[in-house]
């Protein structure tokens, strides 16, 4: 914490704690277990850093696609204890995805699941959640690459319009690794990424984040496509 705080000052960016993950307890019921441990390493983490200038959020790292295992009590519960301490100047950052045509497997080669939810069911369930953790949750940033590219503008447009209607602020959280191949994962063809972050900016969302920068965009990744990617991103934006 105090290393990546640092640096964060150095550079003058905004640093988002990310909350723990059990990748157990919440996903077999034991939702209550997974609160209490995130309350414990919350605490912990606000009474040591705190203070620190760069500490600018929290992440709520549980990643969900569906309105299941009691994940509205999950977000509600656990946002509103990081806001009793650091009250509501610092946001609170979800970053669920799309229960997709591609949201399979990373340790399976298959590119497409048999069945995907529909546009519709997506609705009425992010309806649920979003009405279920607003007041508490300040920001959602769906994930990008679960959906097929057709489709991507129609999931997105849905995100802003019920994130809109709770009161939540929609960013967008643009994979930068390619679901299209069956090695899991290559750094994404820059048509790809700009295809995706120009329907984000259609239909209005906010800001764009990316995971994941150091893997698969980073010009010292030991992916050489990476390099080139951030080169490409860099001259289109003319930064």
């Not at 591609?102 to 497409?112: C, E, G, H, I």
């Not at 999931?155 to 994979?175: D, F, K």
């Not at 295809?195 to 965009?217: N, P, Y």
Request: proline share 2%; hydrophobic share 40%.
């Amino acid at each position: 914490m105090d290393l990546f705080l640092t640096l964060a000052e150095k550079f003058n960016m905004a640093f988002y704690f990310g909350t723990y993950d059990s990748g157990n307890y919440w996903r077999s019921g034991q939702y209550q277990r997974e609160i209490d441990l995130n309350r414990a390493a919350v605490d912990e983490v606000w009474k040591k850093y705190g203070s620190r200038a760069a500490f600018k959020g929290w992440y709520l790292t549980q990643e969900v696609s569906r309105r299941t295992k009691a994940i509205i009590e999950i977000y509600a519960t656990m946002a509103k204890h990081c806001r009793s301490l650091s009250g509501a100047t610092l946001p609170v950052l979800i970053s669920p995805y799309m229960d997709g045509i591609k949201a399979t497997d990373a340790f399976v080669n298959t590119l497409y699941k048999s069945e995907a939810i529909t546009l519709q069911q997506h609705q009425q369930e992010w309806d649920e959640i979003m009405a279920g953790i607003s007041g508490a949750v300040d920001i959602v940033a769906f994930q990008d690459g679960h959906v097929d590219f057709h489709e991507l503008a129609d999931y997105l447009a849905v995100n802003q319009a019920l994130a809109s209607r709770h009161g939540l602020r929609c960013w967008t959280n643009s994979e930068t690794f390619d679901r299209d191949m069956p090695i899991k994962f290559l750094p994404v063809k820059w048509e790809k990424l700009l295809l995706k972050l120009q329907a984000a900016a259609r239909v209005g969302v906010e800001k764009g984040i990316t995971f994941e920068f150091s893997h698969f965009m980073s010009p010292n990744s030991c992916y050489l496509q990476a390099g080139n990617l951030y080169h490409r991103y860099r001259e289109h934006f003319g930064l």
